[in-house]
Nanobody, 125 residues
Framework: QVQLVESGGGLVQAGGSLRLSCAAS????????MGWFRQAPGKERDFVAS????????YYGDSVKGRFTISRDNAKNTVYLQMNSLKPEDTAVYYC??????????????????WGQGTQVTVSS
């Protein structure tokens, strides 16, 4: 059974940093793309970043480029999202997701068949 478990969320002041973790289990993810999405209250779920597990190629949403970094640790089967220079508009529930089709990166949540439960990130002004 596939499980994605996020951790690392919390409350931080604007300009601060947080690192989210996504521990993946239940299958081999070496051919997958792992993604982070976020959803603020009353808004749609938005793409944040993704990483292809096999070659660590990455892709970012425009609003987080230069501030967030996605990475993965093969030994721990874990994906990270390092978030720097946080802004109040980054406040959202952050979700980890996995997609088996790793041919290309996409900002769409379609095709991501596995999702974690989410972790809350709150950035105060």
């Amino acid at each position: 059974q596939v499980q994605l478990v996020e951790s690392g969320g919390g409350l931080v002041q604007a300009g601060g940093s947080l690192r989210l973790s996504c521990a993946a289990s239940g299958r081999a993810f070496s051919t997958y793309i792992m993604g982070w999405f976020r959803q603020a209250p009353g808004k749609e779920r938005d793409f944040v970043a993704s990483i292809r597990w096999s070659d660590a190629s990455t892709y970012y949403g425009d609003s987080v480029k230069g501030r967030f970094t996605i990475s993965r640790d093969n030994a721990k089967n874990t994906v990270y999202l390092q978030m720097n220079s946080l802004k109040p508009e980054d406040t959202a529930v952050y979700y980890c997701a996995a997609r088996s089709d790793s041919r290309w990166h996409t900002t769409s949540s379609l095709g991501f068949g596995y999702w974690g439960q989410g972790t809350q990130v709150t950035v105060s002004s």
